[in-house]
């Protein structure tokens, strides 16, 4: 007869595994926490203002390093010192950006006061407006009084007259107010986009810089983290482009520059974003795709940049047009990324590109 043995979980067992599922529980809830720390992070850069008496930027810095920080290995204890050093630094940015404030709000009160005074001396042009009325009605009042009807409907219709003349100077003289407010407004406005665009704007080729393609790298990767969002790096180097420079001149150079970003334009989708990364390299970031979708689009920028042909000077004979490739490196943003590591990846799929006989795109997933 065989013997069947039955195993009985000891006290050690069951200490070891209420253990192991309290250990579980505080590792969810530390990354709940680490995930709400994360996006409270991202809440208060996106609060903080871009102006650059306040040091934004070293603000956001210093707020980027905290977070890169909790999601490392470090000691916790490192982590409270430094933290515990910064505060007080962020507590002076907070209370600098409300005086900030509270500064424009004192301006913005100037400018009403000064267009309530504006709109008192309107007021008094109106009265005196209403005033030359109610004289006139007043005399069209006494010319019914008089006794021959003839008189009267003469009087009358001069009355009348004078009284449209009054009414339509009143209203060109409001129309042209009005007009001359509204021509200073737009001039104003014109004026602050353009130096907004110029400060985010390449100058030679027209789209954006290496300055905006940073802050829109860094808020496409934080959206990422919050919202789960996906998104797409293009790094673009045109072939062989110092030798168009050495050959044909810079100024040829620029002109294949500029008809190079264009063309970039034409393909992509008008919500993409293309930045001048450096010299002959240019980015591109492709919100909400695949790798695969990615891919393909780049694929499809070589093509087109293949089929292009810029003329070097008057176009008439065949030797006076180039034609430009360019190689591509794209890659995926993945959960984790920072911008060094998403950078450092699409460069190494650049880089395969060259190698591999350039006018190509690679992809890289890792």
Do not use: W
């Not at 665009?197 to 829109?216: C, I, Q």
């Not at 293309?274 to 695969?292: K, M, P, Q, S, V």
């Amino acid at each position: 007869m065989s013997l069947k043995v039955f195993y009985s979980p000891t006290q050690t067992d069951l200490d070891t595994n209420q253990l192991v599922n309290k250990i579980d529980k505080l590792d969810n809830r530390a990354e709940m926490l680490l995930r709400t720390i994360q996006v409270l992070i991202h809440f208060l850069k996106s609060s903080a203002l871009d102006i650059k008496e306040l040091e934004a930027n070293v603000f956001k810095e210093s707020l980027d390093d905290l977070a890169t920080r909790l999601s490392s290995s470090e000691k916790p204890k490192h982590i409270e010192l430094d933290f515990e050093r910064q505060k007080d630094k962020m507590l002076d940015f907070i209370e600098r950006q409300h005086l900030y404030i509270a500064d424009r709000e004192k301006e913005l009160r100037d400018i009403i006061d000064l267009l309530t005074k504006a709109m008192a001396n309107l007021d008094v042009e109106n009265r005196e407006f209403y005033q030359r009325v109610h004289d006139k009605s007043e005399k069209m009042e006494q010319i019914t009084r008089l006794d021959d009807i003839k008189k009267i409907k003469s009087a009358l219709k001069h009355e009348v007259d004078h009284m449209r003349e009054i009414v339509e100077m009143k209203r060109d003289q409001d129309k042209r107010q009005v007009q001359h407010l509204a021509c200073q407004v737009d001039a104003l406005r014109q004026e602050l986009q353009k130096a907004h665009t110029k400060s985010m704007t390449d100058g030679l080729t027209g789209v954006y810089n290496r300055e905006a393609f940073d802050n829109t790298l860094k808020e496409f990767i934080e959206r990422s983290q919050v919202m789960n969002s996906k998104f797409a790096l293009l790094l673009l180097d045109l072939d062989d482009f110092k030798a168009i420079n050495d050959t044909h001149g810079h100024l040829i150079g620029d002109s294949v520059l500029v008809a190079f970003a264009q063309k970039c334009r034409d393909v992509i989708r008008g919500d993409d974003f293309i930045a001048r990364y450096g010299g002959e390299e240019f980015a591109i970031l492709l919100n909400g795709t695949t790798l695969r979708n990615a891919h393909r689009k780049a694929r499809q920028i070589c093509g087109a940049i293949e089929a292009t042909r810029y003329a070097t000077c008057d176009g008439n004979t065949e030797e006076d047009y180039l034609s430009v490739t360019v190689s591509i490196g794209v890659t995926l943003h993945r959960k984790g990324d920072t911008v060094e590591s998403l950078i450092s990846r699409v460069d190494k799929a650049l880089y395969k590109a060259k190698r591999s006989g350039k006018n190509r795109a690679i992809a890289r997933k890792t």
